[in-house]
């Protein structure tokens, strides 16, 4: 295998991890690998993944795709999915996951993926999103509020969720309330649910919902 042929074969690759260079290359050569990064050809995202240096990151969706895959199984969350649907103005500069494995950071050459751990019963909520011929995993924006509610005890007051700057326009375009609500059974929390009624007195107090 030549670069070339492995070039033609994963141009269009966000990430190419190594099991799907096995698949098309079942004899490659690993140490090919090594002598390509020394070359500026390949760069290692983390064991096991890399992407083509000659292809540029496009974006935010080509990270998420990233993240999807280097941790696995995953879905864009929190603040990232909340950046996603303009719920929040500022831009973010790691990209957030839920994940059914331990929570952990990654610091890559692209950016820091970073991924929060729930149990396996609250890994849903989230659907695909295109992109070119590939997809990503993203929260839905009820699960992602209800995600950062979850696993951020600081949102414990309306003076707490103001300080985010949150999008009032957008919520009350894209918030499916019952939906959320549903959601908010499936966790069967406590404290999520009263963390959940300060949100919605927010939300009434702004008149994002009625």
Known sequence: MTFQE????????????TFEIEKVFPNFDRNALTRWQQKGYLEKIRQGYYRLTARP???EADLFFIANKIYFPSYISLQSALRWYDFIPEGVFTITSIATKKTNLFQTPIGAFQYRNVKKDLFF????????EFYFKIAEPEKAILDLLYLWPSLSSED????LRLNLFELSKQLDMEKMEMYLSLFSS???EERFNIFNKFLLKYDVIT
């Not at 492995?6 to 991890?17: E, H, L």
């Not at 909520?125 to 070119?132: P, R, S, T």
């Open 160 to 163: 707490d969720l103001f300080e």
């Open 125 to 132: 909520g989230y659907h695909l999103e295109k992109i070119d």
């Open 190 to 192: 406590k404290v999520l």
């Open 6 to 17: 492995f070039q033609r074969a994963f141009s269009t690759f966000p990430v190419i991890p």
């Open 57 to 59: 990151v496009i974006g």
